[in-house]
Nanobody, 126 residues
Framework: QVQLVESGGGSVQAGGSLRLSCAAS????????MAWFRQAPGKEREQVAG???????IYPDSVKGRFAISRDGAKSTLYLEMNSLKPEDTAMYYC????????????????????WGQGTQVTVSS
């Protein structure tokens, strides 16, 4: 059974950094495609990072250059490094395991996700 447990959220001032972690179990993380999504109040859940099986990554323009997704297969942990945080990054962040890996770009919608973590809150103050 696939399980995902996020940690590392918190409150920071604008310009600060946070690293989110997602402990994965029930599958081999080192061979998996994965993603991070976020959802702000009143907004739709959106992808902020994706990593393919070959390790290639994708980011939307809103976070490109500031966020970085990575994984440690030995620890079975997915990470999201977030730098230069902005108030508009405030949201609940979710680790996500897709039903199937896309060939090519690891871009996903919420309909592609088979398992979600419980989420971790990130709050950025100005």
């Amino acid at each position: 059974q696939v399980q995902l447990v996020e940690s590392g959220g918190g409150s920071v001032q604008a310009g600060g950094s946070l690293r989110l972690s997602c402990a994965a179990s029930g599958f081999l993380l080192r061979d998996a495609c994965m993603a991070w999504f976020r959802q702000a109040p009143g907004k739709e859940r959106e992808q902020v990072a994706g990593i393919a099986r070959d390790g290639s990554t994708i980011y939307p323009d809103s976070v490109k250059g500031r966020f970085a997704i990575s994984r440690d297969g030995a620890k079975s942990t997915l990470y999201l490094e977030m730098n230069s945080l902005k108030p508009e990054d405030t949201a609940m962040y979710y680790c996500a395991h897709p039903w199937l890996c896309r060939v090519g770009s690891p871009a996903y919608t919420t309909a592609d996700i088979g398992t979600w973590g419980q989420g971790t809150q990130v709050t950025v103050s100005s």
